[in-house]
């Protein structure tokens, strides 16, 4: 039966993507069933977005509510959720205002844009420049595909909108180097996701606010997969005690629901007037109650460190495995956001996952990444453990 959808897919949609061979119909929890009823555990929670699990009975609930209320209306009127939500992201994060959008790109294309309106209006400073880092991944516009310093994104797509240049990451002193007059922002995702699960050391980032701080320069944090909880705390600068200026989400914001956000703080958003910026869809009624309904499930499930104690517990048994293959070079993440670096491309790792029922990926060609949601428990960790362990041993022989 699924070769059927998988024909059809092919005749009609647009070839894009590498699709694995699995049609998915149905999701609760930490489990996700095809359309011929084989279960899959899912420890890539939509590329981080289904933090809360799949179809979560709160966020369920909550979009069939307001579904039966108000789905749209738009940014012309006020409405209840978008206000709810706003209040609630920023007193969680600290920040002063909230921008809602509909995904991750859409979010740091709005904090570039943002960042250098005040800098121009307010610092009265041109050039607009954003430092940006390598192995950082920002999205797929223009814009965010210049922020992003991957030939492999970007070959095809030129020319790319200027006023952009990249420095290693965790090395301050090549960014103080980087730094001119004409820069704007230095933009940072605190954990690297796509760029094969790098984490900021702490001194860095106390060091990139200290230099924004002496130069007038805009930090912005990109949190699109690190944020909401990923990490074991509900933004991933709360570990560093670092805050920035503009921080964007989105991903699992919305509990599987398409939203992003930009939260800034009061100086910047004063930079902005009635029209410099806008989104037909962005925060609308039933985005804004799907996402008040996942960082309310989110706030309960990262109480007590408890996420942060699984996302160890998975580190440790990924550590054991690297003890007994030495073909795993590294492990490292933090909270349930985890990398294991192989010697080789890891895509076949991939496939043999799947046939034995779980769901994984590969990043950077060689990190199989783990983003589980964050109702993983320690058997499915365990069991995810095992059937690594047995794809592992027979690449071994």
């Known amino acids: 039966m699924s070769e059927n959808w998988i024909d059809l897919e092919k005749k009609y949609h647009l070839q894009i993507y590498g699709r694995l061979p699995v049609v998915l119909v149905e999701g609760k929890g930490m489990e996700v069933y095809d359309i011929d009823g084989k279960k899959y555990l899912d420890f890539l929670a939509g590329i981080g977005v289904n933090n809360v699990g799949h179809c979560h009975p709160k966020v369920v609930e909550a979009i069939k509510k307001q579904a039966e209320t108000l789905i749209h209306t738009s940014n012309i009127y006020y409405t209840i959720p978008q206000i709810k939500l706003a209040k609630k992201l920023v007193e969680l994060s600290g920040l002063d205002r909230a921008f809602f959008c509909n995904s991750g790109a859409e979010a740091n294309e709005g904090a570039i844009k943002f960042a250098r309106k005040y800098v121009s209006k307010v610092l009265g400073r041109d050039g607009g420049e954003i430092i940006s880092m390598y192995n950082a991944f920002h999205g797929r516009t223009l814009t965010t595909l210049a922020a992003t310093p991957k030939p492999k994104y970007q070959e095809g797509f030129y020319p790319l909108p200027e006023g952009f240049k990249y420095v290693p990451f965790n090395d301050i002193e090549?960014?103080?180097?980087?730094?001119?007059?004409?820069?704007?922002?230095?933009?940072?995702?605190?954990?690297?996701?796509?760029?094969?699960?790098?984490?900021?050391?702490?001194?860095?980032?106390?060091?990139?606010?200290?230099?924004?701080?002496?130069?007038?320069?805009?930090?912005?944090?990109?949190?699109?997969?690190?944020?909401?909880?990923?990490?074991?705390?509900?933004?991933?600068?709360?570990?560093?005690?670092?805050?920035?200026?503009?921080?964007?989400?989105?991903?699992?914001?919305?509990?599987?629901?398409?939203?992003?956000?930009?939260?800034?703080?009061?100086?910047?958003?004063?930079?902005?007037?009635?029209?410099?910026?806008?989104?037909?869809?962005?925060?609308?009624?039933?985005?804004?109650?799907?996402?008040?309904?996942?960082?309310?499930?989110?706030?309960?499930?990262?109480?007590?460190?408890?996420?942060?104690?699984?996302?160890?517990?998975?580190?440790?048994?990924?550590?054991?495995?690297?003890?007994?293959?030495?073909?795993?070079?590294?492990?490292?993440?933090?909270?349930?956001?985890?990398?294991?670096?192989?010697?080789?491309?890891?895509?076949?790792?991939?496939?043999?996952?799947?046939?034995k029922g779980f769901l994984i990926n590969c990043t950077s060609d060689t990190v199989l990444r783990f983003l589980p949601p964050l109702i993983v428990e320690k058997e499915?960790?365990?069991?995810?453990?095992?059937?690594?362990?047995?794809?592992l041993a027979e690449i071994k022989e």
Do not use: W
């Open 174 to 355: 090549a960014l103080k180097e980087a730094i001119t007059n004409k820069t704007s922002a230095i933009m940072i995702e605190p954990v690297q996701g796509e760029g094969g699960i790098h984490i900021a050391d702490r001194d860095y980032l106390k060091a990139v606010r200290d230099l924004c701080d002496d130069k007038n320069i805009i930090l912005i944090f990109d949190e699109v997969q690190c944020g909401m909880g990923r990490t074991g705390r509900m933004f991933a600068f709360e570990h560093y005690k670092v805050e920035p200026d503009i921080l964007t989400l989105a991903k699992a914001l919305g509990g599987g629901v398409p939203i992003g956000a930009v939260l800034l703080k009061e100086e910047i958003a004063k930079a902005l007037s009635y029209g410099d910026h806008g989104t037909t869809f962005g925060g609308n009624p039933l985005a804004c109650s799907a996402a008040l309904a996942s960082v309310e499930v989110i706030e309960e499930l990262i109480k007590d460190n408890r996420v942060i104690e699984k996302g160890k517990y998975f580190i440790r048994k990924l550590e054991n495995l690297m003890e007994r293959y030495n073909f795993i070079k590294d492990v490292r993440g933090l909270g349930l956001m985890i990398g294991a670096e192989l010697e080789f491309n890891g895509a076949d790792m991939v496939k043999k996952m799947l046939e």
């Open 380 to 391: 499915h960790i365990d069991a995810l453990i095992d059937a690594l362990d047995n794809v």
